[in-house]
C-alpha cells in the first residue's frame, strides 16, 4: 500500500531549478478542511482484479508553530482476507502551509509484511533543510513531501499545457530529493466502478523499486473538474499489475462536474 500513496508522484528526472521554481507556493484552489476521499486497490495476477485493500485521504484545518496548516493524512490497509498474503498498515501525514501549499512536517508510519518504517521530517525553509529521525539533509526551497506533491498536483492548472507536455517538482523521501515530473497526456472519458467521468489524463515517471519497473507505465485519471479528485490508476508491477479506483468522496470543495454517469 505504500506504494499506492505514491502513484501519483514518486519519480526520478532531472529538471531545471528554473522550471520547478515556476510552481513555488502555488494556490490551493482543488480542495478543503474536511474532505474525504477513498480509493480502493485491486490486484491481478492473470486475469481476475481482486480487491486487496483501500486507502483513505482526509485533510483538517490545523494549527502548526502558529500558521494555519492542512493536516493531511492518508492511510492504507489490506483487507483482512489479504492479510494472510502480505499485511498492511500504512500512515502517512503531512502538515502543509496554506500560505504556500509547501509542506511543514511530514510524518511516515508503516508496517508492511511485518517490516516497519517510520519517519518525522520537519522542513526549514530558512535554511532549506529537510530534519528527519535519521539526520539532517539539505533540500531545495520548494521541496515536496509524498502527501503534500499529490495535494499540489490536483492544483495544478493542466489547460496551460498541451499533451505531452511534462511538468516537474521536487520531492523528498527515503532522506532523497528526487526532481520529478508528471507526463500531460490529454483529456478523455474513464469508466471506473463509480461511473463514467470526464478526466484528466497524466503518466508519472516511476522511481524504479521493488514493485516498479520505472519509466512512465503507470497512467493516471482525475476529474476534469475544480476537485481534481484521483478516479483510476493503472499500473504493470513486477508480478502482475495494480489498479486503484475512487469509491467514495464526501465533502468535496466543488460540485462533481465531471461526473457524466454513476453506476
Not at 54 to 77: C, P
Not at 145 to 164: C, G, L, M, T
Request: proline share 3%; with cysteine.
Amino acid at each position: 500500500m505504500k506504494y499506492f500513496l505514491l502513484l501519483l508522484c514518486g519519480l526520478t528526472f532531472t529538471m531545471g531549478a528554473a522550471a520547478q521554481d515556476q510552481f513555488c507556493g502555488i494556490t490551493n484552489t482543488s480542495f478543503k478542511a474536511g474532505e474525504s476521499i477513498t480509493l480502493k486497490v485491486f490486484y491481478n495476477l492473470g486475469s481476475v482484479f481482486v480487491g486487496a485493500g483501500e486507502a483513505t485521504f482526509t485533510s483538517q484545518l490545523e494549527k502548526y508553530n502558529g500558521k494555519d496548516a492542512y493536516h493531511i493524512v492518508g492511510e492504507g490497509r489490506t483487507y483482512r482476507t489479504y492479510d494472510w498474503i502480505f499485511k498492511v498498515r500504512d500512515k502517512y501525514e503531512s502538515y502543509i502551509d496554506t500560505a504556500t501549499m509547501l509542506p511543514m512536517r511530514f510524518i511516515r508510519n508503516v508496517n508492511e509484511g511485518g517490516h516497519k518504517i517510520y519517519n518525522n521530517v520537519g522542513f526549514n525553509r530558512e535554511a532549506n533543510t529537510a530534519t528527519s529521525t535519521n539526520g539532517t539533509f539539505k533540500v531545495p526551497h520548494c521541496i515536496q513531501d509524498v502527501i503534500s506533491a499529490i495535494y499540489y498536483a490536483r492544483n495544478i492548472d493542466f489547460s496551460k499545457y498541451k499533451p505531452e507536455d511534462k511538468i516537474p517538482f521536487t520531492m523528498f523521501l527515503d532522506d532523497e530529493v528526487y526532481n520529478i515530473y508528471i507526463r500531460y497526456v490529454g483529456k478523455e472519458e474513464v469508466s471506473t466502478r463509480y461511473g463514467t467521468f470526464r478526466a484528466i489524463k497524466f503518466k508519472p515517471l516511476l522511481i524504479k523499486g521493488t514493485i516498479f519497473e520505472g519509466g512512465e507505465q503507470m497512467t493516471v485519471w482525475v476529474s476534469d473538474d475544480g476537485n481534481k479528485i484521483p478516479l483510476r490508476i493503472d499500473s504493470p508491477i513486477s508480478v502482475g499489475s495494480i489498479k486503484v479506483d475512487m469509491i467514495n468522496y464526501s465533502n468535496l470543495r466543488h460540485a462533481m462536474g465531471a461526473l457524466v454517469k454513476k453506476r
